[in-house]
């Protein structure tokens, strides 16, 4: 299946703790994003990268660093997670003619710090 | 900072009933996109409009973007169950980042049998 796939589909995890989150596309797109969708339902943007390169970065803690190993995969790592980060994170992508074609999205990877 | 404002935030209606969503903003918009997304799920494309004025329909769905591209509005004719999800608008800048989506703060939909 085409598809944007992310994983894990669940992480609980202790304060303090460091922790990644994978994200895969096999639809060819050469942008990737991260978003993040708060308990209010609200969709914030995190990073971007087009083919590797990073061209958004919102005000984020410089705890979260994103890594793209390839134009195909978007990883986030979060150092010291804090209870503020629980929230539902999203991977994206969109072909190189930009967001107006649409994002496709992963089906998410919801973040409990307890 | 481009914000877009989605009213109403929720909405319960009967099936058979029309709504309409709506989709604001003082900014202009290159490209104004709808999705949905139901629970556990990432939000899934149902239509992107770029020019002012346009109307595109999907169905049950119409949707339309502004002359202005400042707003947009999605109509559902005869709501089914099936359509219960929440609905989120979202913009690419215009003259700004076009990788950048803004996303309203979406209308929570419920269609009850």
């Known amino acids: 299946d085409t598809a944007v796939s992310q994983t894990p589909k669940y992480l609980v995890t202790q304060m303090g703790n460091d922790k990644s989150i994978k994200c895969e596309q096999n639809?060819?797109?050469?942008?990737m994003y991260w978003y993040k969708q708060d308990s209010k339902k609200f969709l914030k943007i995190m990073f971007s990268y087009n083919n590797k390169e990073l061209i958004i970065n919102e005000t984020v803690p410089n705890r979260f660093s994103p890594k793209s190993p390839d134009k195909a995969h978007l990883n986030l790592h979060i150092n010291s997670l804090e209870l503020g980060d629980s929230a539902v994170y999203f991977c994206?992508?969109?072909?190189?003619?930009?967001?107006?074609?649409?994002?496709?999205f992963g089906s998410g990877t919801r973040l409990t710090v307890v | 900072t481009q914000l877009l404002e989605q009213s109403p935030q929720f909405l319960s209606i009967q099936e058979g009933e029309n709504l309409t969503v709506y989709c604001n903003s003082s900014s202009v918009f290159s490209s104004l996109q709808w999705y949905r997304q139901e629970p556990g799920e990432g939000p899934v494309l149902l239509v992107t409009?770029?020019?002012?004025?346009e109307v595109k329909k999907l169905k049950r769905l119409t949707f339309q973007f502004g002359d202005a591209r400042k707003d947009s509005s999605l109509h559902i004719t005869a709501a089914q169950p099936g359509d219960t999800g929440l609905y989120l608008c979202a913009g690419t800048g215009s003259g700004g980042s076009n990788y950048k989506l803004t996303f309203g703060k979406g209308t929570l939909l419920t269609v009850n049998p």
């Open positions: 994206a992508s969109s072909p190189n003619s930009g967001p107006r074609r649409g994002y496709t």
């Open positions: 639809l060819g797109h050469d942008t």
């Open positions: 409009v770029v020019t002012g004025g």
